[in-house]
């Protein structure tokens, strides 16, 4: 696609309320026009939870106290630890990063891998996440997924969370 397509959809996404758009200073040359999608347009990207999800977690812990909504999540990414662990490729640690970013990406999470081009420092950087309400009402959750992160790249893994304008970002720092 050429330069005015990419730019003609940029302007109907922006126009539509989906992206925003800011120009980034640089040293020498000209500034960098950059995109962040808007929450607008994450509500229109998959989500794997829901309300009925909810209700039936909460549903659990009345019937059978505090801890079966935990309970239930364990085994759900325990399940999920397996899923991805049988479709994981590659040799070495930055070749699984890769794919399981690729895998994530597929589920939704908008996910890629970054390195740090001084340290070769590996991060997953997830800009969606289709458990959002998931993550929100049951805390566990963002531990659970750090440790699914940990059991299939088989090395530590840190998990940092950010929102900005109401956008969602999780970082996976792997190997530290």
């Known amino acids: 696609m050429s330069y005015m397509g990419v730019k003609s959809i940029c302007l109907d996404l922006h126009k539509r309320g989906l992206l925003d758009t800011w120009r980034s200073p640089q040293k ?34 009345k019937l059978y106290g505090a801890t079966a909504a935990d309970k239930l999540l364990l085994t759900l990414f ?12 590659g040799d070495t640690l930055a070749d699984r990063a890769k ?33 959002l309400d998931l993550l929100r009402a049951y805390p566990l959750v ?6 699914l992160f940990q059991r299939i790249l088989g090395t530590a893994v840190r998990r ?15 190997g530290g």
């Open 78 to 89: 325990q399940r999920r630890t397996e899923h991805y662990a049988s479709r994981l490729k």
């Open 142 to 147: 963002a531990k659970l997924e750090a440790d």
């Open 28 to 61: 020498i040359g000209r500034p960098l026009l950059l995109y962040r999608l808007t929450q607008r347009a994450h509500d229109l990207f998959p989500t794997a939870s829901n309300e009925i999800t909810l209700q039936l977690l909460e549903g659990a812990q």
């Open 160 to 174: 940092e969370e950010a929102t900005a304008s109401g956008l969602f970002r999780a970082t996976f720092h792997i």
């Open 99 to 131: 794919w399981f970013a690729r895998l994530r990406d597929h589920d939704g999470y908008m996910s890629e891998l970054e390195v740090a081009e001084a340290t070769g420092a590996l991060r997953i950087v997830e800009h969606h996440s289709p458990i």
